[in-house]
């Protein structure tokens, strides 16, 4: 009974329950590849990401810390936030960060070849960062956050669905709704979140009804860091 138990609850709710997925939906949507791009950490940024996680680790296992869920939250978060760029965590550190070089080259190719791609992170200063990088590139983008005025949010779509820039710099939680962006057919995560789910939602801002193109999502994951096991738990929780 115990090992039929998982199948005859199954058979008791499945009444119940209507679960479609989005390709059974929206059978006419363009197919979506999603591509994991390395970034490979330089050797003084690798040098300072393990120094930065060997001290986490000393100070979470002294004093019984490790006990305090918060504290240690926040200590991942400042490992993740290390990935995106330096600055984030040593405010005092220079200009280099792998990741917004890896951003560059891969957006200097979307706009070399025809394409326009919708760019997202989580952490607003990082898109701060980014966009001083863009400007000194001389690409134009649209952004919004979740400070952004909705009459701006709302010019903002429209100019970028008009063909004004070629990227929509997006914070992840803003962007996660509400925006109908089919005019990109690239979408780039700078850094990946706990819940695949959120970063599908943002996805969606392209891939969705009104689509004519494939659309390629980049994940940009940081190599031999944090980033590569949050990938890994995306998995385990895909697979239950």
């Given amino acids: 009974q115990t090992c039929a138990l998982p199948i005859s609850l199954q058979e008791r709710i499945r009444p119940f329950i209507l679960r479609r997925t989005k390709s059974q939906v929206l059978a006419d949507l363009p197919p979506l590849t999603l591509v994991h791009h390395p970034v490979q950490l330089s050797e003084a940024e690798s040098i300072a990401y393990q120094q930065l996680r060997r001290e986490i680790n000393f100070r979470l296992t002294s004093a019984g810390r490790r006990e305090n869920k918060l504290e240690i939250l926040a200590e991942i978060t400042r490992l ?33 070849n025809q394409h326009r791609a919708l760019v997202f992170s989580q952490f607003v200063d ?34 970028f669905q008009a063909g004004q820039s070629t990227l929509f710099v997006i914070s992840l ?58 990938v890994a738990l995306h998995q385990t929780k895909q697979a239950l």
């Fill in 173 to 230: 939680k803003a962007g996660g709704f509400g925006l109908n962006l089919t005019a990109a057919d690239y979408v780039i995560h700078l850094d990946p979140w706990w819940n695949p789910a959120v970063e599908e939602q943002a996805t969606d801002r392209a891939h969705r009804i009104g689509q004519e193109r494939p659309v390629t999502v980049y994940r940009l994951i940081t190599k031999d860091t944090i980033e590569e096991s949050i």
């Fill in 126 to 159: 990082f898109l701060d960062l980014v966009r001083e990088r863009l400007d000194e590139a001389g690409v134009s983008y649209q952004y919004l956050d979740g400070s952004t005025p909705k009459a701006e949010r709302q010019a903002a779509v429209e100019a």
């Fill in 80 to 112: 993740r936030r290390f990935c995106c760029h330096p600055k984030l965590v040593f405010p005092d550190a220079g200009s280099e960060a792998s990741k917004i070089d890896a951003l560059l080259d891969l957006v200097l190719e979307l706009r070399e």
